[in-house]
């Protein structure tokens, strides 16, 4: 989105949104417009709600229209809404833009020379209409890094590879008319929220989006694997088994017969549902050209898997939708990636540490900034400030990258990303929604299919280890341990060469 004069550097269909605001969007991008008493919703994406399934996008965005009063009644409002979408809102006099609860549909921003906003879906394209080049500064200290060595690598916060562009972060909204972020959650104190209590409503919600998905979208798949994330959800959904299709993906060098891919098909199997696999193949030069053009920090890895999904599923003639369990680490914490600290352990350097930035100036300023404008907030609120970690830096970037980058072969749902569902989480004690157990999330699942669980979830080939590594979740010693680990021995050694 940028000033009407200048907005058709972008391919696509235009509208005006507001005076001096205009609106490209990629041809098969749905964009949907509601107003009501001169206030007036454009939505891009879908949202779904649970439980008024059967409501589509103009009814659900008429229905926020009706009950905001305030400019800040639309986040209470969408709180049990799931999608993946960015929603521009004129209500009153404020112009405000912000993505779904996890970031799925990503927002960029700058201003220009004349000090025009703005925004757009990836910051290439913001770079090549305004021709701003790439910051070799900001590239190269972050390509020194151990996680840019690798293929799953993702932008700290609002970082970008083009100075003066940065990202919307889950959390925060665009003012338009003062052209700067503002964060809205959170407002006020997480209430705890009670185990059975927790088990039932989340159970609820999880279950509703998935039926509201199955209205939505009829072509729907579900990628299932060994992993507790999938479990749940497959849990939630029982009530629409019959319209979906399960698959696995098979990477290179692995063989349907290793244990995490063979529990999928058997666990369908027992269940009766139809299980089929999806294996990686060598990616067409077109597709590869296609998909490095829409995203411009396009992963080999994730192309790899769109690439075979597309495969697997292109003689079809409708548009394939495909649920997918990220944004679940928001509320099951993995004490592997941030073990639990005390917080004055938790600072700017120990978050780059945790996140594989070792060294990077860029993260290290980054991760500064953020803790220091959300310690106080965090702690005021009753919110572990890892859990704002991974799910503002982490899962706001480099699950919002992966379906970005999924979208030029299919669209995804994200049922985790509903925030009504992560405050339920949240609100119910850290140890009872982390390792060894995840005590929370097998209730969730069997309660909504007990049948789920009859197989093991993420068998590991070491009985030894896992009872070591259990023991030490108990008694928190695996925590001190990482913490030792990150900062006196993993920062010093070298990565490997980057992937960017």
Known sequence: MGPRSSAGCIPGHSIAVA???????????????ASSGGNWLVLLGYLLDPYRPGDGNEAILQGLLRDAATPDDLFSLLCDKCGRYVVIAKTGDELR???????????????????NLWCASQPHILAQCLKIPVDE??????????????????????????KGISHLMPNHY?????????????????????????????????????DSASYRFSNLAFAISSGLDSRVLLAASRRNSGKIRYFTHIRNGEEKIDTSLSIPSMLCNTLGLSHLYVREEEVDGAFEQLFNANVFTARRSTMSNAYAIYKRFELEEKDLTVIYGNCAEITKRDRSRYPKLPDFLITGKSITEMSLLSHSATALQEFEGWLTSLKNLAQECNLDILDLLHWEHRVGSWAAMSFHEYETAFEVVCPYSCRRYIELLLGVPFKYRTKPDYLL????????WPETLLLPINPGNSKVKKKVEDFLYRTNLYDVLKYLLMMYYRRHKRPGKPGM
Not at 19 to 33: A, F, I, R, W
């Open 19 to 33: 005076d001096g605001y205009c609106l490209t969007s990629h041809p098969e991008l749905e964009v949907t417009k």
């Open 137 to 162: 500064n900001i590239r190269s200290d972050l390509a020194k890094t151990a996680l840019f060595a690798s293929q799953k690598y993702w932008y700290p916060g609002s970082v970008t590879l083009f």
């Open 174 to 210: 665009l003012h338009l008319q003062k052209k700067e972020q503002a964060r809205y959650w959170p407002r006020q104190s997480l209430p705890t929220v009670p185990f059975e209590e927790c088990v039932a409503k989340s159970g609820e919600l999880l279950s509703g989006i998935i």
């Open 441 to 448: 999330q097998n209730r969730i699942a069997g309660a909504l």
């Open 97 to 115: 833009m912000f993505s779904d609860a996890a970031g799925m549909r990503q927002i960029f921003y700058c201003k220009d020379a004349a000090g």
